[in-house]
């Protein structure tokens, strides 16, 4: 079982920079795809950034291309998702999750943080 913890959200000015970090416990991060989902309210939960299990190759929604680096620390069991430039449209709970296998679609991922809050302010 992969248990997996948020932080570093909080309250940013637009054009502001932010850098949420999840700890995983259970398992290695360089065994699982890492992923970062987030959700606005009455929206559903959209793919943010994930990290492939097999190779370490990183993909973007195509909204953060550009603003947006997700990274992996093995030592510390750690991916990190770093963005820039934040938008008030980028405000939403942002969740790390993690599968054995690959994908981006929120129902391939079999384990999930409670999430962080990211708010942008105009």
């Known amino acids: 079982q992969v248990q997996l913890v948020e932080s570093g959200g909080g309250l940013v000015q637009a054009g502001g920079s932010l850098s949420l970090s999840c700890a995983a416990s259970g398992d290695t991060v360089s065994d699982l795809t890492m992923a970062w989902f987030r959700q606005a309210p009455g929206k559903e939960r959209e793919f943010v950034a994930n990290?492939?299990?097999?190779?370490?190759?990183?993909y973007y929604a195509d909204f953060v291309q550009g603003r947006c680096t997700i990274s992996r620390d093995n030592a510390k069991n750690t991916v990190w998702l770093q963005m820039t430039n934040l938008k008030p449209e980028d405000t939403a709970v942002y969740y790390c999750?993690?599968?054995?296998?690959?994908?981006?679609?929120?129902?391939?991922?079999?384990?999930w943080g409670p999430g962080t809050q990211v708010t942008i302010s105009s």
């Open positions: 999750a993690a599968t054995g296998f690959l994908g981006r679609a929120p129902d391939a991922f079999d384990f």
């Open positions: 990290v492939l299990r097999n190779n370490g190759r990183a």
